[in-house]
Structure formats: structure tokens, C-alpha cells
């Protein structure tokens, strides 16, 4: 799913997480100290991770076109000899 089209979705769902006891305490401290709720930063945490894993899927195949159609770079026509590189 695009970036745009989540945005486009309305409402949240919520979901059960069980953390451990020491993990609670220290994202709630992250929490306060971002003036923000354990929910919004998680929310915002896993949204950043889903938008880098999609960016890199983007660029993966991006680069796969590249490979099955190189752009021309005016290297595959050889207008040159050994020789002329090696003057001796």
C-alpha cells in the first residue's frame, strides 16, 4: 500500500502489545519526554519503519530496471584500440 493511500484511510484500530515490564517503563519516559502518549509514538515509530521499507522497495526496483534496460552511456560502442590506451 502507497504512502498516499494510508493517509487516506480513516479511523485506527487498536491492538493489544505485550511488552516486557522494563520496555514499558523506558518508552513511556520517551513518551513524556516527546510530550507525546505511548500510542502516538509507537504509531509514529512503526509508520516511519513501513515508509523506509517501502521506500526501499522502490529503489530496489528501480535499480532491477536499470539492470534489464542500462541507460546508454556511450560505452558499448568501442571507437578505440588497445594500442591507442598503451602508446608506446
Known amino acids: 500500500m502507497q504512502q498516499n493511500d494510508r493517509r487516506k484511510e480513516t479511523g485506527t484500530r487498536?491492538?493489544?502489545?505485550?511488552?516486557?515490564?522494563?520496555?514499558?517503563?523506558r518508552i513511556k519516559v520517551l513518551a513524556a519526554e516527546q510530550e507525546?502518549?505511548?500510542?502516538?509514538?509507537?504509531?509514529?515509530?512503526?509508520?516511519?519503519?513501513v515508509t523506509r521499507s517501502d521506500a526501499y522497495e522502490q529503489a530496489r526496483e528501480r535499480a532491477r530496471r536499470l539492470?534489464?534496460?542500462?541507460?546508454?552511456?556511450?560505452?558499448?560502442e568501442r571507437t578505440w584500440t588497445r594500442d591507442d590506451l598503451h602508446e608506446r
Request: glycine share 2%; no cysteine; aromatic share 6%.
Open 14 to 25: 487498536n491492538i493489544t502489545l505485550a511488552l516486557p515490564k522494563w520496555l514499558l517503563r
Open 36 to 49: 507525546t502518549s505511548v500510542s502516538r509514538l509507537l504509531s509514529e515509530t512503526l509508520e516511519e519503519i
Open 67 to 76: 539492470l534489464r534496460n542500462p541507460p546508454d552511456l556511450g560505452t558499448f
